[in-house]
């Protein structure tokens, strides 16, 4: 199995940045398209961006121009950072990975515990 572990939320101030991280670990096979979710309360979970191993990436309207994922596939990571932060990018973050392991034929989705990301005005 394969478990991913977000950190880097917190508070910020409208205009500030932050860094989110999220390591894949146990035993992986491959590691596919990794990407970051969120969910602001009372909300449904949202795409935020995706990057696949090769490196193309895909950004939700909101997020492109101000936030840019990347990845580590050497350590199995991948980052977003997010600039220019509004209130309205409050929400809970999740990792999201589709990944093979080790004991499995086939690949499937995994999904982290979330981080928290509050932005204040």
């Known amino acids: 199995q394969v478990q991913l572990v977000e950190s880097g939320g917190g508070l910020v101030q409208a205009g500030g940045s932050l860094r989110l991280s999220c390591a894949a670990s146990?035993?992986?096979?491959?590691?596919?398209?990794m990407g970051w979710y969120r969910q602001a309360p009372g909300k449904q979970r949202e795409l935020v961006a995706t990057?696949?191993?090769?490196?193309?990436?895909n950004y939700a309207d909101s997020a492109k121009g101000r936030f840019t994922i990347s990845r580590d596939n050497a350590k199995n990571t991948v980052y977003l950072q997010m600039n220019s932060l509004k209130p309205e990018d409050t929400a809970v973050y999740y990792c999201?990975?589709?990944?093979?392991?080790?004991?499995?034929?086939?690949?499937?989705?995994?999904w982290g515990q979330g981080t928290q990301v509050t932005v204040s005005s």
């Open positions: 999201n990975a589709n990944a093979r392991s080790s004991d499995s034929l086939w690949s499937r989705t995994y």
């Open positions: 990057m696949t191993s090769g490196g193309p990436t």
């Open positions: 146990g035993s992986i096979f491959s590691m596919n398209a």
